[in-house]
C-alpha cells in the first residue's frame, strides 16, 4: 500500500499514453488511473501532445518526447524529481526516451515507470502468438499493423523503435507493472524521490 505523502512536495511526473487507437472507454480510464497515481505520490503529471503515426511516423513521437523532457527541466524540477512514465505505446516511447536521454548530454530522471509497454515492435513474441486465442485486445496481426504504421518502412527489430532491442544499461531504476499495479508503482516512485 503506498503512503500519501506531504501535500507541499512535489514532483513530476512525465507521462506518454496510447492515444491513436483506442475509443471510449480507455481514455478515461488511463485518465483515471494517472490522476489517482499523482495523487498518491502528489506530483503533477505532465501529458504531453506528441505527433502521431502514420502522418508522423517514427522518429516524430521520440523527438517530440524529449523537447517534453527539455522542457520540463527547463521549468525548474530536478532531474532527481522527475519520473517518466507510459503505458502501453507509451511506455515503449518512455522507455526509448530514457535510452535517447541516456545516450544524450541531458541529466537522466529518477526512474522510468513502464506500464505493459509495447517495446518490441516486430508483433511475433512467442506469448503474443501462444495468446492470440485469449487475448481480447493485442493480436499479432493488430500489432504488426500498428507497428507498420509507426515504423514507416524501418526494421522493426532496430532499437530506436523497438527499446526491448537496446542497451539497457545505466538507465535509471526501471519498474515495469501491470496495469493494476498503483500501489507497487507508487511505492516504487516513492522511493525513487527519496
Same mark, same amino acid.
Given at each position: 500500500?503506498? @503512503?500519501?505523502?506531504?501535500? !507541499?512536495? #512535489?514532483? %513530476? ?8 487507437? &483506442? $475509443? ?11 490522476? +489517482?497515481?499523482? %495523487?498518491?505520490?502528489?506530483?503533477? @503529471? ?28 527547463? =521549468? !525548474?524540477?530536478?532531474?532527481? +524529481?522527475? *519520473? #517518466?512514465? $507510459? /503505458?502501453?505505446?507509451?511506455? !515503449?516511447?518512455?522507455?526509448? =526516451?530514457?535510452?535517447? #536521454?541516456? /545516450? ?6 529518477? *526512474? ?8 518490441? &515492435?516486430? !508483433? /511475433? =513474441? ?6 492470440? +486465442? #485469449? ?7 493488430? %500489432?504488426?499493423?500498428?507497428? =507498420?504504421?509507426?515504423?514507416?518502412? +524501418? ?11 537496446? %542497451?539497457?544499461?545505466?538507465?535509471? *531504476?526501471?519498474? /515495469?507493472?501491470?496495469?493494476? *499495479? ?13
Amino acid at each position: 500500500m503506498a @503512503v500519501r505523502l506531504p501535500a !507541499g512536495l #512535489i514532483r %513530476s511526473l512525465l507521462r506518454f499514453t496510447l492515444r491513436p487507437f &483506442l $475509443g471510449p472507454p480507455f481514455p478515461v480510464f488511463f485518465q483515471r488511473f494517472w490522476l +489517482r497515481l499523482a %495523487s498518491y505520490v502528489n506530483a503533477r @503529471v505532465y501529458a504531453p501532445n506528441y505527433r502521431l503515426a502514420p502522418e508522423h511516423p517514427y522518429p516524430a513521437a521520440l523527438e517530440d518526447a524529449l523537447a517534453a523532457y527539455r522542457w520540463l527541466l527547463a =521549468t !525548474g524540477p530536478s532531474p532527481s +524529481r522527475i *519520473a #517518466i512514465a $507510459g /503505458d502501453s505505446a507509451g511506455g !515503449g516511447l518512455a522507455l526509448a =526516451t530514457g535510452i535517447a #536521454i541516456r /545516450d544524450s548530454d541531458l541529466p537522466a530522471p529518477a *526512474a522510468l515507470a513502464l506500464i505493459s509497454p509495447w517495446a518490441d &515492435l516486430r !508483433g /511475433d =513474441t512467442p506469448s503474443m502468438t501462444r495468446n492470440a +486465442r #485469449i487475448d481480447p485486445m493485442l493480436r499479432p496481426s493488430w %500489432s504488426r499493423q500498428c507497428s =507498420t504504421m509507426y515504423l514507416d518502412g +524501418r526494421d522493426p527489430g532496430d532499437p530506436g523503435c523497438s527499446p526491448l532491442f537496446a %542497451s539497457h544499461q545505466d538507465l535509471p *531504476a526501471i519498474l /515495469d507493472a501491470a496495469d493494476e *499495479a498503483i500501489d507497487q508503482i507508487a511505492t516504487f516512485l516513492d522511493a525513487r524521490w527519496h
